[in-house]
């Protein structure tokens, strides 16, 4: 193990010799051999400049790219303890939810259907009384509940991008999973609304593992407890945020984190 890269031990997810390229004919690899484990109940950054493999990663987590036949992956992730690569894709996507850059709540559904468009989706059928108990759950759980409680029958492109952030990532928690994967979720969001998002993240983290992609590094180390920072494909160093902005192990961690490339 690379000496740059803490271990956690009983590890939510662990990540072992991930390897991803964009054609399976190619032997150039967007991810080489990572290997990473994820603390239960903490935020973790991924880090690094663009095209460094973030996304790439975070997208194999719950295995999206199995939606692209060209690009091959390699290695193992397991979620508590079980190989992901073994799942049937819909449950492991109920336990490993996803929200993506730009909020993209369906534009048809209003904000009610839109929390519970995965129960639809997977044709899974509730009563009434358990499917507004888990919108007022869910909404409530993003902060949203009172901003939306009398407009829910509205479709959720009537709120604002910020609140159709946390009406996606309610959706995401709609099936109560163990691990939210983000990426650069607040990139598309004025401060203010980035602002409520970290914080509704901090919150959410006393129930779930949450995995972050961000180019923001002050947004890493405001509410962060671990970070990893990639560079062309490999993971260069992995620990205590607090410690890799103060104290990095890498020459390369440090150049980035002081801005000399980015």
């Known amino acids: ?22 054609n399976k ?30 996304s790439t990663m975070l997208r ?17 992730i397991y979620l508590n303890g079980e190989n992901i690569m073994k799942m049937d ?31 639809k989706l997977n044709g899974i059928r509730i009563k009434k009384s358990e499917r507004d108990d888990i919108v007022e759950r869910s909404l409530t759980n993003v902060a949203l509940w009172d901003e939306v409680k009398d407009s829910l029958h509205k479709k959720g492109t009537f709120l604002s991008g910020g609140q ?38 901090v919150e959410l983290q006393k129930d779930y593992t949450i995995v ?10 405001r509410i962060s407890e671990y970070s990893m920072f990639m560079y062309l494909g490999d993971l260069v160093e992995y620990g205590k945020t607090d410690m890799m902005f103060t104290n990095p192990r890498n020459k390369k961690t440090e150049e980035y984190l002081t801005g000399k490339f980015g």
């Open 212 to 221: 972050l992609v961000t180019h923001n590094m002050s947004q890493a180390a």
């Open 60 to 76: 194999a987590i719950n295995r999206m790219h199995e939606l692209y036949p060209d690009i091959k992956t390699e290695g193992k």
């Open 1 to 22: 193990m690379n000496k740059n890269i803490d271990v956690i031990e009983n590890p939510v997810l662990k990540v072992e010799d991930l390897c991803i390229a964009y």
């Open 164 to 201: 159709q952030q946390r009406l996606c990532i309610a959706r995401s928690i709609a099936f109560q999973p163990d691990v939210i994967l983000l990426d650069e979720p607040t990139s598309a969001l004025d401060p203010i609304a980035t602002s409520k998002v970290e914080d509704l993240l």
């Open 89 to 119: 894709t819909i449950q492991l996507r109920r336990k490993i939810g996803m929200v993506f850059q730009r909020p993209n709540p369906f534009p048809t559904m209003s904000i009610y259907d839109n929390v519970i468009a995965g129960y």
């Open 25 to 54: 004919s190619d032997s150039k690899y967007a991810v080489k051999n990572v290997n990473v484990t994820v603390k239960k109940n903490s935020i973790t950054a991924i880090m690094g400049p663009s095209g460094c493999g973030k």
